[in-house]
């Protein structure tokens, strides 16, 4: 495509990009559009998925007497796991195949849309568990055809779930996430209430904020779409294909919102402005990298989060240790993006544009300290941990997260510049601290 030179044609590479997105509404109060919403589905019987946390929040009762108003009988399932399982989403899924639903809709941050969407799969094409993973988790299958009607409504200002056909699943026997991909899962509606971020605690937004921030750096500074190889079939086209003029559209504006309003967003709970605007940005993002994928640092983040053994974040609910995935994913980005810079210097210099850095006098060579000082100001000012460190991860960890990290493979692939096993150590080593 002549219109970037970043997206130059390459021998043998992919001349084609794909958009794959639900019919989109955002404004405050929409959530009160869900009855309407599924009848227009044909929706009459709908499983209801949140989680226990959500269950009793006035967000989730909005929703369910929306459906109510409609005349909708909703069952409710309210065991999702923040974080899923393979047993987790297969627990839902049986839920699902009892209730004999005509329509899903779920209410909750990404762990219960990912839910949702593994639930949906294996309700209605029953295999075990790995099939429908990319390689090496699983055999690659493609998910076989359509799930039945999908209303997502986030209630978190982060994970753009509602608008990508990804689930991220951790498999428990072996502690490690994996994606799980498909258009299929793709929600049909995202019912985007900005309403719901009012309540989040400052430690929540700003987890999440800055998984958006790094969705929508890494989508930008993907490996370009005419770099991978070119698909043999039209439907064996990857969602993770590589940044692309959809991609870039939607994050540059989701980098520049996030650049604008993160601090204040965290800092202020009453800024409806800065919430709404974080949440707009969020289903920005998630427009990008569903249809781009994300690189390095959320491949490297599944380790981040299976190997730290003792953090326990505030305000989070529940008691058990864990690293919540917007803080996984950011510990690592810094060192990323001072890693990849190099390969798409011009690329993070304008995504450092787009957070509001000033690049007039910006050389290619300064493309990484840019974007990583800028991260790295940020996290500063809205108090998230300094690194692995703190998260509880030393240098000594990084070679065994490194181990962990390689089986990431499409994601690392989808990083502008490679990295194998070495290079992903030296990344974690110099992610041990920033300040
Ligand atoms: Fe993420």
């Not at 946390?53 to 409710?76: C, K, N, Q, T, W």
């Not at 003029?245 to 402005?273: F, K, Q």
């Not at 500063?380 to 460190?389: Q, Y």
Request: glycine share 10%.
């Amino acid at each position: 495509m002549g219109c970037c030179q970043y997206f130059a044609p390459t021998e043998g590479g992919a001349d084609a990009f794909t958009v794959d997105m639900p019919r989109v509404t955002f404004g405050r109060g929409t959530l009160s559009e869900v009855g309407e919403r599924a009848l227009g589905w044909g929706i009459r019987r709908a499983a209801l998925l949140t989680d226990p946390y959500l269950a009793d929040s006035e967000h989730f009762a909005r929703a369910r007497s929306s459906l109510e108003a409609a005349g909708i009988d909703a069952a409710v399932f309210s065991e999702v796991h923040i974080e899923p399982t393979d047993e987790s989403v297969l627990a839902a899924a049986e839920f699902l195949i009892d209730g004999r639903f005509d329509g899903v809709i779920s209410v909750g941050g990404g762990s219960v849309m990912d839910t949702a969407k593994g639930a949906l799969v294996y309700a209605q094409y029953p295999a075990s568990f790995e099939t429908y993973f990319g390689p090496p988790a699983g055999a690659g299958k493609p998910v076989p055809g359509s799930l039945l009607p999908h209303i997502a409504c986030p209630t978190t200002s982060g994970t753009g779930s509602e608008v990508t056909g990804l689930s991220v699943i951790r498999f428990a026997a072996l502690s490690v996430k994996f994606v799980l991909a498909s258009r299929h899962l793709l929600p049909d509606e995202a019912i985007i209430d900005p309403a719901c971020v009012d309540t989040l605690p400052p430690t929540v937004v700003a987890s999440t904020g800055f998984d958006l921030l790094s969705h929508a750096i890494e989508c930008y500074t993907a490996r370009a779409y005419t770099r991978w190889a070119k698909v043999p079939q039209a439907n064996a086209r990857p969602m993770i294909q590589g940044a692309n003029p959809w991609s870039d559209l939607h994050a540059a504006e989701a980098l520049r919102i996030v650049g604008n309003y993160l601090e204040r967003g965290v800092a202020d709970a009453t800024d409806h402005e800065a919430r709404d605007c974080l949440s707009w940005a969020a289903t920005l993002a998630g427009m990008a990298f569903g249809n781009s994928g994300t690189h390095l640092p959320h491949a490297l983040s599944y380790a981040v989060s299976q190997m730290s053994r003792d953090f326990r974040p505030q305000d989070y609910p529940g008691s058990g240790p864990f690293v919540p995935h917007g803080l996984s994913v950011i510990v690592n980005s810094p060192s990323v993006f001072r890693y990849t810079a190099q390969a798409a210097p011009e690329r993070h210099l304008e995504a450092a544009r787009y957070l509001g850095e000033d690049i007039r006098d910006a050389a290619p060579e300064d493309a990484g300290e840019l974007v990583a000082s800028k991260i790295v100001s940020l996290m500063r000012a809205t108090g998230v941990p300094n690194g692995l460190s703190g998260v509880g991860l030393t240098k000594d960890d990084a070679a065994a997260m490194a181990d962990s990290a390689i089986r990431q493979r499409r994601a690392i692939g989808n990083a502008p510049r490679e990295a194998g096993l070495d290079e992903i150590r030296g990344i974690f080593e110099q992610a041990v601290s920033y300040w």
